[in-house]
């Protein structure tokens, strides 16, 4: 099987968050037949339907499947070039995104990420949203992290390993400098 280009992968990731193929193709700097080529580049490759053709766009479950595959290599490119890059800054930061309930982002959520952005190098981009469907959006990959009522984890597929992210507000830090851990299985 063929394998999905970066080109690709960046091409999926615009048209989401733009919601049309003529955002996508202004926000990437090509025509808009160049970003429907490359979407059906990508479901030849796959074999399957990705996106459905509405207005905003909406992902198949496959398409689902390949945004968070999209949204990991974009994490690991970022992760790469920090790494090369050490002592070095071009001012941009790594959007990381959480989804988080109103009550703890009222309370004590962002005390905890208080001097993370600094220190990591990335963006928090919250989705507030209740807590009961935080984990919706962790299993969709549209968050890469939640704050969830749900008791059990909610495993994640990675390349190298499954990432369990889950903290419910029983569990929430009781002080500013507690971080967040990410748990090999």
Same mark, same amino acid.
């Given at each position: 099987?063929?394998?999905?280009? !970066?080109? @690709?992968?960046? *091409?999926?990731?615009? $048209?989401?968050?733009? =919601?049309?193929?003529?955002?996508?193709? /202004? +926000?990437?700097?090509?025509?808009?037949?160049?970003?429907?080529?490359?979407?059906?580049?990508?479901?030849?490759?796959?074999?399957?339907? !990705?996106? @459905?053709?509405? *207005?905003?766009?909406? $992902?198949?479950?496959? =398409?689902?499947?390949?945004?968070?595959? /999209? +949204?990991?290599?974009?994490?690991?490119?970022?992760?790469?070039?920090?790494?090369?890059?050490?002592?070095?800054?071009?001012?941009?930061?790594?959007?990381?995104?959480?989804?988080?309930?109103?009550?703890?982002?009222?309370?004590?959520?962002?005390?905890?990420? /208080?001097?993370?952005?600094?220190?990591?190098?990335?963006?928090?981009?919250?989705?507030?949203?209740?807590?009961?469907?935080?984990?919706?959006?962790?299993?969709?990959?549209?968050?890469?992290?939640?704050?969830?009522?749900?008791?059990?984890?909610?495993?994640?597929?990675?390349?190298?390993?499954?990432?369990?992210?889950?903290?419910?507000?029983?569990?929430?830090?009781?002080?500013?400098?507690?971080?967040?851990?990410?748990?090999?299985?």
């Amino acid at each position: 099987m063929q394998r999905f280009t !970066l080109e @690709q992968l960046a *091409t999926l990731l615009a $048209l989401v968050s733009e =919601g049309s193929f003529e955002a996508a193709a /202004a +926000r990437l700097h090509v025509t808009p037949s160049a970003v429907s080529q490359r979407v059906k580049a990508m479901e030849q490759t796959s074999g399957r339907v !990705l996106v @459905q053709r509405t *207005t905003p766009v909406r $992902l198949t479950d496959a =398409g689902d499947v390949l945004l968070r595959y /999209a +949204r990991q290599v974009e994490l690991l490119e970022a992760d790469t070039v920090r790494q090369l890059h050490e002592g070095r800054s071009d001012g941009r930061a790594f959007p990381v995104s959480l989804a988080v309930n109103a009550d703890s982002l009222a309370t004590w959520f962002l005390d905890s990420l /208080a001097g993370f952005g600094e220190t990591l190098g990335v963006a928090f981009d919250l989705h507030r949203e209740d807590q009961e469907h935080t984990t919706r959006l962790l299993r969709a990959g549209t968050v890469m992290a939640a704050v969830t009522s749900t008791r059990r984890p909610c495993r994640v597929a990675s390349p190298s390993r499954s990432v369990r992210c889950a903290i419910t507000p029983s569990q929430r830090p009781r002080s500013s400098s507690a971080g967040c851990r990410t748990m090999a299985a």
